[in-house]
């Protein structure tokens, strides 16, 4: 009787602990119908995201106050198409090899003064600027691959400077714009690939007769260091704005749904409303994706427990986010995504990232106003756990003008600026610090005021793609038709 009580007792412990260890493995659907969902969080990712953390823009310093800026590599501006011609303008892929090798030797770190960092920029070099700021330990620990013992770079980093000069060979430049903080790195000398680089940038624009860049000191003769370009006989097109998922296009819709849920998509809930957007449900909302009908897509998930309260930083979040987007519709344009924003998050007590993402379209990044500046994609990650994936991408489509037939003329800063000045003047004086008097306001100089001038693609109410004139005072960004000076929009 004992014997077969004991049995009974140690059947009941074994079911218990069966039932424990494959609670893990299995879950209740609505309808009862269980499925495997074996956690397979814990394989290692191993992803270089330095290809994500490539700067939004490329400045390259000739000397005598010369310069280009690339907002891609420029052999996309040039439409180059030989891997020989491109291999030697691309800038990104020339230097990231540079930073690895560089920062993985042992260097010194001094920091600089601004007067210091605004000399060093006169000469040849490349500035490589990112579109936010990068924790400093993580950048360098992003090109290195492993942890050092100490970063010695304190702070964030949004700009980093390679000479192009004989006496600064051995030396590298990280800066922060924004609290005028630099650094300046001596190790072992930077790879003669660099001059070269320079070299071949600018025998391609004087052949090509692309478009200068110079300070806005020289263009108005005012205290300030910005670049702008000269625009002489420059002509960038028009192009039509297609949405990159089409909701009428049912199959394609299905096809990108079923990467959010797998083998699991027999058991999801499919909605589409009158006006074609499409939703999908997994479980008690434990997962949803909408696809609206301007083509914006939308993941999210409930925070789970298991996943969400490991503790990732910076780096290791962004890696989850990166592989997330890439296996997940996958990035816009191949090699022209970039980190735009990021800042730490917290849900339901647990702490993550969300993340920002922006792209190129014809060698200039895209901006829709909409949808936020600079933010195509964004991906919010909590541990291991993404909990929310949006993006919006629009294509380009048929181009709109000719450049043979076109009679346009790009308006120069100047006179953009002046279409504009009492529009510009009236908000910069609505958001002073202090009272301004019309005397004041009048004797204003706009130029000085300016923080950056850039170039980017404008999608307008009527879905095209139209260049345009990004030009950022104090906390207002502006964006102007650099044909007709229109201003479309500020923030």
Not at 122 to 142: H, T, V, W, Y
Not at 293 to 320: A, P, R, W
Not at 370 to 397: A, C, H, N, P
Request: aromatic share 12%; hydrophobic share 35%.
């Amino acid at each position: 009787m004992r014997k077969e009580r004991l049995k009974s007792v140690v059947l009941a412990v074994l079911f218990i602990t069966c039932v424990a260890f494959t609670q893990r493995l299995w879950f209740h659907l609505p309808l009862g119908g269980v499925v495997s969902i074996a956690n397979n969080d814990d394989e290692e990712i191993n992803i270089d995201v330095t290809d994500i953390l490539s700067p939004q823009s490329f400045s390259i310093s000739f000397g005598g106050g010369n310069h280009a800026v690339f907002y891609s590599e420029p052999h996309e501006v040039w439409n180059m198409n030989k891997a020989e011609e491109k291999k030697e303008v691309s800038i990104w892929q020339t230097i990231k090899p540079v930073l690895k090798y560089y920062l993985k030797s042992d260097y010194e770190v001094r920091e600089v003064t601004l007067e210091e960092w605004k000399k060093i920029k006169k000469f040849k070099s490349i500035r490589m600027d990112f579109a936010c700021q990068i924790p400093g330990e993580s950048l360098i620990e992003a090109f290195t691959g492993d942890e050092r013992d100490t970063f010695q770079i304190e702070g964030s980093i949004g700009t980093i400077l390679i000479p192009g000069i004989e006496d600064e060979k051995a030396n590298i430049y990280l800066g922060n714009d924004e609290e005028n903080i630099y650094f300046k790195l001596t190790g072992i000398d930077v790879n003669d690939g660099v001059r070269k680089l320079i070299e071949n940038i600018e025998k391609n624009v004087d052949d090509r007769n692309y478009m200068y860049y110079v300070s806005l000191e020289d263009i108005a003769d005012v205290e300030n260091d910005v670049l702008a370009p000269v625009f002489e006989e420059a002509f960038i097109p028009s192009y039509n704005a297609i949405n990159q998922i089409d909701v009428l296009d049912e199959v394609t819709v299905k096809s990108n749904a079923n990467q959010f849920f797998g083998k699991n998509f027999d058991f999801v809930k499919q909605i589409t409303e009158i006006d074609g957007t499409h939703i999908y449900m997994y479980g008690y909302g434990e997962k949803a994706l909408k696809i609206n009908k301007n083509g914006v897509l939308e993941y999210t998930e409930k925070i789970d427990k298991e996943n969400s309260g490991i503790n990732l930083g910076f780096l290791e979040s962004l890696e989850y986010a990166v592989k997330f987007v890439g296996e997940k519709i996958g990035w816009p344009i191949t090699g022209n995504a970039y980190l735009s924003d990021y800042e730490p998050i917290e849900k339901n007590g647990e702490k993550g990232y969300s993340f920002s993402f922006n792209y190129r379209l014809h060698g200039l990044p895209i901006y829709i106003p909409d949808f936020g500046e600079d933010r195509g994609i964004e991906v919010e990650v909590i541990g291991t756990q993404i909990t929310m994936y949006k993006r919006r991408v629009k294509l380009s489509g048929k181009q709109l003008d000719d450049e043979e037939n076109s009679q346009k003329r790009a308006l120069d800063i100047l006179e953009v600026l002046d279409k504009n000045s009492d529009d510009i003047k009236n908000s910069y004086r609505r958001f002073s610090e202090r009272e301004l008097t019309e005397e004041e306001i009048k004797n204003i100089k706009i130029e000085e005021l300016i923080e950056d001038i850039g170039l980017v693609y404008y999608v307008d109410r009527n879905n095209v793609l139209k260049p345009v004139w990004e030009i950022t005072i104090g906390n207002i960004v502006y964006y102007f038709d650099i044909y007709t000076g229109l201003i479309y929009t500020a923030l």
